[in-house]
């Protein structure tokens, strides 16, 4: 059948180009088929050739983020600057050329393009970025003036169908620009990829053609090629996939939908798009099983804005109708920051139409909101004790004090003069009350009074989070009454458990298919009613044995058994790196190890060197339902941080060597992470290289890492 089809397609083109084909499709002989389709992809070629062009770059960084690390051999990690050229596309007659953002990830000095017809190349500038797309725009500077160079069509969106050919074309194997260029031939195998904003071919994709057109058999645009990933964002997310059979073209239909916003900037004032976010989140995990009801509101954001309520549920989107969180993502995921879109939401059974919501963008949350003291945790009593009071804070400010307890507290979400929120529920429900807060806001405290019992109330506002570490903190954290739930009396004569094993002991998962070690503080340093904090060892390159892992407790041990730390040392499959699969391995882990253990939710830490480092902040953002701390040292980010989400805080404690050649690239990962109001710790240590930071280096970076993990429930 398809090649019926196929056939019947030839036929037209043959007539169009004056052949005489005068027989029906069932003589016809397949070598005679093959030599049609190959005159059609050679004219297809052809008719778009003149609009793509060689980018030549030189300067720049020489290594950049690949994206987390996956592949075969566990790869992913760092990708070498190219020395070849690379691909892109003429999208206006005045010298505007369209490319994958990948080819200037490592922010090259200078940009030199190769036109068909123009036998000097021309000096080019970046003067726009799409971020959600990954696209790069480029301006031609010195083009000869009364130049009109020759721009494509683009296939209408409606004409492109899954089965259809689809021809990879990219300028960069031959030495002359009016050589024909790289042809690689398939067929698209999927639309509407990466929550819409792709279409899919089988056609061979590699960073040779990154910025190259994708083209049906008129000669017409379908897509411009980009790296793309559906779990990952950033310039070289999806780039590992390269040569696999799977590539992704954005449909050049809507660059032009964009183009007039990113013809704006200019080399001084580049425009950047940026993805289009409501602020919301669903309140389960499943996004295909589950309806899609919004469990948590950021503060500040366009769906705060408009009244959008924790417990709506979603029904239509642009009049589409939703019925889980994945179509949810596919309707929104391709608008940019500024973009409208219209929901109606269901809420107590009557409906609500918005018509027209403005969208945010991740940049547009607030920073995390700070009173100024951290709690006792593990206590079931009234209110919530305050543990520490951090120097020059709002809390400090108001006399807040070491034992006072926290009673009530006034809702930043609830109308002026509503009854404050009496604090049964200890710890986590202040915390509760303090995410959907922001810095600026004025709180009514009521508060015990540990000197005297007195009970009064303060108004303390709120400031932002800071970037500090307390040098020293009281050494008591606990109540030690974890097994005692808020409220609740302990009963007269506690039952007797099995005390779990200690020390430090071999694990696997239940199906016995991966391999995990745990350090559990031995013998008398283990209490099951104190909640204890985790830290998760992702290995780097080449330290996936149990001797390593014995290596690393050694070196944290005596700080666990002194802080109630619970070490997990997952085994990678292969010694090289991680996998993103193994993620779901590793949460398992820590499921099995809370499962047996006392353990503190909000203080559980993905921790990792060099290329573990870069799996540990891959599993924050993938793993928020869990990981509530992300530290790693010389690691790196390789795209774009993800949306903060209000009530599953995420922060960060980086640390880089002064001489590690990746010291640019963790900078730029704090600066992106910030940039979106993640709590961020950086540490530059001056005079090591790419190591690890425990004693051998002689700094006290460790200490401090320490001290993070035990202020995480800081507020």
Not at 117 to 135: I, P, S, W
Not at 211 to 228: E, K
Not at 243 to 268: C, H, Q, W, Y
Not at 522 to 530: G, R
Request: include cysteine; glycine fraction near 10%.
């Amino acid at each position: 059948m398809q090649r019926f089809f196929l056939w019947s397609w030839l036929l037209a083109f043959a007539a169009g180009l004056g052949l005489l084909i005068t027989s029906a499709p069932a003589p016809a002989a397949d070598d005679d088929l093959d030599d049609l389709q190959q005159q059609a992809t050679k004219e297809a070629v052809k008719k778009v050739a003149p609009c793509i062009v060689k980018i030549e770059t030189s300067g720049g960084t020489e290594v950049i983020k690949g994206g987390p690390p996956r592949g075969p051999k566990g790869g992913g990690g760092l990708i070498r600057r190219g020395v070849g050229p690379t691909t892109g596309l003429i999208v206006s007659a005045d010298g505007y050329v369209i490319s994958s953002a990948f080819n200037f990830a490592n922010k090259p000095a200078t940009i030199r393009v190769a036109i068909p017809g123009l036998k000097e190349r021309k000096v080019a500038r970046v003067v726009a970025t799409d971020q959600t797309r990954m696209l790069t725009l480029l301006k031609i500077i010195d083009l000869p003036p009364g130049t009109k160079l020759p721009v494509p069509t683009p296939t209408p969106i409606s004409e492109i169908e899954i089965g259809l050919t689809a021809i990879a074309v990219g300028r960069t194997l031959a030495p002359e620009t009016d050589s024909p260029p790289s042809v690689s031939v398939g067929i698209i195998s999927a639309l509407d990829r990466i929550w819409g904003k792709a279409i899919q071919t089988d056609a061979k994709v590699s960073p040779v053609n990154y910025g190259g057109p994708l083209v049906d058999l008129h000669g017409r645009v379908q897509g411009v090629l980009v790296p793309a990933s559906p779990m990952a964002e950033g310039v070289t997310a999806g780039f590992e996939w390269y040569d696999s059979g799977i590539g992704f073209a954005v449909p050049l239909a809507d660059i032009n939908t964009a183009l007039p916003r990113m013809l704006k900037g200019t080399e001084k004032t580049p425009v950047v798009l940026k993805r289009g976010i409501l602020g919301f989140t669903m309140r389960s995990g499943d996004e295909y099983e589950a309806p899609p009801i919004i469990g948590s509101v950021a503060p500040g954001s366009a769906a705060e804005t408009v009244g959008i309520k924790s417990g709506d549920l979603i029904k239509e989107i642009d009049g589409k109708a939703i019925l889980n969180f994945a179509q949810v993502k596919h309707r929104l995921g391709n608008k940019y920051e500024g973009d409208t879109v219209a929901l109606k939401l269901e809420r107590d059974k009557k409906d609500i139409v918005l018509p027209k919501i403005v969208m945010g963008s991740a940049e547009a949350s607030y920073p995390a909101p700070f009173m100024g003291i951290l709690p006792m945790r593990d206590d079931p009593g009234p209110g919530v004790e305050v543990r520490f009071v951090y120097p020059k804070s709002p809390a400090e400010k108001v006399g807040l004090k070491q034992g006072d307890r926290i009673m009530k507290i006034s809702s930043p979400v609830a109308p002026p003069k509503s009854p404050l929120i009496t604090i049964t529920r200890g710890r986590d429900q202040l915390q509760g009350v303090m995410e959907v807060a922001r810095p600026g806001q004025e709180l009514q405290v009521e508060v015990k009074r540990k000197a005297g019992g007195k009970t009064e109330t303060v108004a303390v506002k709120l400031a932002e989070l800071p970037d500090m570490v307390p040098e020293k903190l009281p050494e008591e954290s606990s109540a030690k009454k974890a097994l005692i739930k808020p409220g609740e009396k302990p009963p007269a004569k506690a039952p007797m458990a099995k005390k779990p094993e200690t020390g430090f002991l071999k694990r696997q998962t239940p199906a016995a298919d991966h391999t995990y070690w745990i350090y559990v503080p031995e013998d008398d340093a283990y209490d099951p009613n104190i909640a204890h904090s985790v830290v998760i060892w992702l290995h780097p390159m080449g330290r996936n044995k149990e001797r390593d892992f014995e290596d690393f407790t050694s070196a944290w041990k005596t700080y666990c058994d002194d802080n109630r730390i619970i070490l997990i040392c997952p085994q990678s499959d292969n010694p090289r790196g991680w996998t993103p699969a193994e993620a779901n391995f590793v949460v398992e882990a820590v499921r099995s190890v809370a499962a047996t253990y006392t353990v503190d939710q909000r203080r559980i830490v993905a921790h990792g060197l060099g290329i573990g480092g870069e799996m540990a902040l891959y599993l924050g953002f993938q793993a928020r339902a869990v990981i509530r701390g992300v530290a790693t040292v010389g690691a790196t980010l390789g795209s774009n941080p993800r949306e903060k989400e209000p009530n599953r805080p995420l922060s960060f404690f980086l640390v880089v060597g002064g001489k590690d050649p990746l010291k640019p690239g963790v900078v730029q990962t704090k600066d992106n992470l910030l940039a979106v109001k993640y709590p961020v710790i950086f540490r530059e240590i001056m005079n090591i290289g790419h190591e690890y930071i425990d004693g051998r280096a002689g700094v006290p970076t460790l200490e401090e890492l320490v001290r993070w993990i035990d202020s995480l429930d800081r507020m």
